[in-house]
């Protein structure tokens, strides 16, 4: 076992006096050592739970004859650090978290590892991790939170960010948004929609790095109580076998993955953390894949932000398994860390729900929820949740306006300075010129809340998974690197066409060559994680890996 390196041998009698410190019996010297990296803390609703949860996995670790240890993993609540600047820090923390994880393990020697994350960068930078120690790992997921309610409407964190722009707009009071935010958010759990966090968790699902049936139950589900104890069993198991985290994270799962998550219609978020899970692999999952398995995948799970559907009706319909049946023509056949084939789970389970997963013959949108488009504006990529735009835009030409960050912004959107048609522009917010490339949840909500149906957004920062409407991210290359988005001026015309995967900068090469000659960058003073952050990382096309 790895963890002889520590505790076999007299040479290792003073690293032993240090375990026997902490209880550790001469009996569980001779057993696996097992590492769980728990992101408890009390800051972020996703994660107050995850002591209890926690818990049942240093219960099942012990049951199956290994050693738990436990340490504690950093984490931001993308809703609490959005729209300030406060959300620059938040994909950063993805990478610190796969390097603190992996620190602790390798100076350990840990021979299996668990992982318990909720929310948006905590659960893909515990993946990363995996994959880059490769020793036997599994994730637990902290699960949803059940939806608000107000007067009998279930309600999510997008209708509190919604009323916001509601109220810029006199259509709501301040006392209303009032009782809205106090009733949204009803206790422990990741936002209850088809957001970042949630979709993560399916994805780790339906790669096979978590149990069958995690991602959606509930938090406040004993059944999330359960597989927890599973999970910390499977982990020693996973460590008897010799079962890595490479051997289940592969081509193979993770095109699963983007097959579920066309399926569902997720969050433009998971190309970065799927292509930065992918890195880490070292498996070749490119930009193309996303669109080349859209072209087969249809949309069948009408899911929120987009659509009527929280995270709790997706349990109740089945789960993820559920969605594995109503695919499985589509998937390829992969281990997963249950022990069974990805295709086995699928054929295993049922669609308990037709009106929340909807047979494939019968999809809401025949091509998968999630588009990479190209075109003069990006050309190296950019994304956009489809399955959240309404028809009537698929299609769109309009004038741009042009602003350098999301303050400038959004104090245009909230003064009522943005026409029907518009184009909105955001840039200087990418990995490297945000940096940290920023999420725009309170832009694209506000606009949503002031009851614009045909303006556009463009960045080149990126989007929540609460985020809805035609707005289109991960523009690349970014403004800061010398991109298109960079030359952009007030009034250029912009052309959106979804059908075709095109997103074009309605300009002549000559007119381009001109402003690119006088074109100088925007310059920010840096220091700390950010200075270090914007200096080694790469851009959104590849995942926004550090280099």
């Known amino acids: 076992m790895r963890s002889d390196l520590v505790k076999k041998g007299y040479p290792r009698a003073p690293n032993r006096a240090l375990l026997r410190a902490l209880g550790i019996t001469d009996r569980e010297m001779g057993l696996p050592f097992i590492g769980i990296a728990n992101a408890w803390n009390t800051i972020i609703p996703g994660h107050t739970h995850l002591r209890s949860v926690t ?9 199956a004859g290994g050693v738990p240890f436990e340490f504690g993993v950093i984490g931001v609540c993308d809703g609490i650090a959005m729209g300030h600047e406060g ?7 993805r990478e610190n978290i796969a390097d603190s994880i992996e620190l602790m393990v390798q100076a350990h020697r840990f021979d299996g590892l668990v992982c318990v994350g909720t929310c948006d960068k905590i659960v893909p930078g515990m993946l990363m991790a995996a994959a880059r120690l490769d020793i036997p790992a599994i994730m637990v997921t902290g699960g949803p939170m059940l939806p608000g309610n107000l007067g009998g409407r279930d309600l999510t964190l997008t209708d509190v960010f919604e009323a ?6 006199g259509a709501m009071g301040e006392d209303e948004l009032h009782s809205l935010e106090c009733a949204a958010m009803p206790g422990c759990g990741s936002c209850q929609g088809l957001y970042t966090a949630n979709t993560m968790a399916c994805m780790t699902e339906a790669m096979g790095m978590s149990l069958p049936g995690c991602a959606a139950i509930p938090a406040v589900d004993a059944a999330k109580l359960r597989v927890a104890r599973e999970s910390g069993e499977a982990a020693v198991r996973l460590v008897h076998e010799g079962v890595t985290a490479r051997r289940i994270i ?20 998971t190309v970065l953390h799927l292509m930065a899970i992918a890195a880490e692999a070292g498996v070749p999952l490119t930009l193309a894949d996303f669109n080349a398995i859209s072209d087969t995948v249809p949309h069948i799970s009408h899911m929120q932000p987009g659509g009527p559907h929280s995270m709790v009706a997706l349990h109740r319909a089945g789960g993820i398994p559920a969605v594995l049946h109503a695919v499985m023509e589509h998937l390829e056949d992969a281990p997963t860390v249950s022990g069974r084939s990805i295709r086995s789970i699928a054929a295993s389970a049922s669609v308990l729900d037709t009106a929340v997963i909807r047979p494939a013959e019968h999809p809401i949108h025949a091509a998968g929820g999630l588009k990479v488009l190209h075109g003069s504006l990006a050309p190296a990529g950019a994304v956009v949740k489809a399955a959240a735009v309404d028809d009537a835009m698929w299609r769109h030409t309009g ?13 245009a959107i909230l003064g009522q300075e943005i026409r029907e048609g518009d184009v909105v522009v955001i840039r200087y917010e990418g990995p490297r010129g945000g940096p940290g490339m920023p999420e725009m949840l309170s832009p694209t909500a506000a606009l949503i809340g002031f009851g614009y149906r045909q303006v556009a957004l463009v960045t080149d920062g990126r989007f929540s998974g609460g985020t809805r409407g035609p707005c289109i991210g991960h523009v690349a290359p970014e403004a800061a690197a010398g991109g298109p988005i960079a030359l952009v001026r007030e009034g250029d015309r912009i052309a959106i066409d979804l059908h ?3 997103l074009d900068l309605l300009v002549d090469e000559e ?8 074109w100088q960058p925007v310059k920010k003073i840096l220091s700390g994680i950010l200075s270090r952050y914007a200096a080694t990382v790469g851009g959104a096309e590849i995942g926004a890996v550090q280099r």
């Open 500 to 502: 075709n995967r095109r």
């Open 511 to 518: 007119a381009l060559k001109s402003r690119r000659h006088e």
């Open 164 to 169: 916001v722009g509601k109220v810029a707009a």
């Open 55 to 63: 818990e049942k996995v240093r219960e099942g670790i012990a049951a």
């Open 87 to 93: 959300m620059r820090y938040s994909l950063p923390s």
């Open 399 to 411: 004038p741009a306006r042009v602003f350098d960050g999301e303050d400038a912004a959004m104090k």
């Open 250 to 269: 592969t081509l193979e799962s993770l095109r699963n993955a983007v097959r579920v998550d066309m399926a569902l219609g997720g969050s433009t978020n």
